[in-house]
């Protein structure tokens, strides 16, 4: 029996020393308006369930609403970065979600054709320099995933990515 019990205590002891935590930010750009978009929150939501069902330490912040004040875009990151570091997580994730809804009939509703693309930007906190950029374009649209389906779908691909980036590096997933 105490055998099996230092085993069990050496695994976890093991999964605490490589697992990583990290914060997700993310920022909804080209939109109208100071709203956020529940397409957002859908994103957000999908990504922080994938790593919290496999036993990581998430957070976030506030979702962004970026407009064309850089340098206020810019503040807001910073104080989120703080807080992440505060928090002891060791990365930082933001996920900028480009919209398109200029010609959108429904441009707050969780459609994937409002989304034109997505930015991820992985940050080591502890080293303050990114460790890993990406590009996420949509899949091509179809009746069956203009909806929220089609969202988490996509958000799923960008958390997918992250985990092999975070594997990659030695984080437990």
Known sequence: ???????????????????????????????????????????????????????????????????????????????????AKIGSMDLFVKLSLN????????PTAVLLSNIKSADLEIVSLNENKTICKGKFTPPALTDLNNNRSGVEDFAADIANKIQAELAERGGAI
């Not at 093991?14 to 397409?39: E, M, W, Y």
């Not at 919209?99 to 429904?106: F, G, R």
């Open 1 to 83: 029996m105490k055998k099996q019990l230092f085993a069990l205590a050496l695994s976890l002891m093991s999964f605490c020393a490589f697992s990583r935590s990290f914060s997700l930010q993310v920022v909804q750009k080209n939109t109208p308006g100071d709203q956020i978009f529940d397409s957002s929150y859908v994103v957000e939501q999908t990504i922080l369930d994938h790593f919290f069902d496999r036993g990581m330490i998430v957070s976030n912040n506030s979702v962004l609403v970026s407009k064309d004040d850089a340098a206020k875009e810019k503040t807001d990151l910073r104080r989120s970065m703080i807080e």
């Open 99 to 106: 919209y398109s809804v200029l010609d959108s009939a429904n």
